[in-house]
């Protein structure tokens, strides 16, 4: 469901929209994709930089297990039809 009135990026994610997003896997080892929704895009903050050691992810995404994860272009793609 995405919102109408907001401008959609180069992959049309905007918030709003549901995604799939990688996650790190609980205990520091690996990643999962998960199911959630965008809500906010950070494209400004993260163009900027931030520091080495806390760099600015550009994604936040609401996932259905309850976490909120942070995450950069490459970790989040539209979900399937049959996720919606």
Do not use: N
């Not at 469901?1 to 709003?16: F, R």
């Not at 600015?56 to 950069?72: E, H, M, N, Q």
């Amino acid at each position: 469901m995405s919102m109408p009135d907001a401008p959609k990026d180069q992959e049309g994610i905007v918030p709003g929209d549901r995604v799939r997003v990688r996650a790190a896997a609980g205990g520091g080892g690996g990643s999962d994709w998960v199911f959630g929704v965008v809500v906010d895009d950070f494209a400004a903050e993260a163009d900027a930089g931030g520091h080495e050691w806390a760099p600015v992810r550009r994604w936040a995404v609401a996932a259905d297990d309850g976490r909120l994860v942070f995450a950069d272009d490459g970790d989040v793609e539209p979900a399937p039809p049959e996720a919606m």
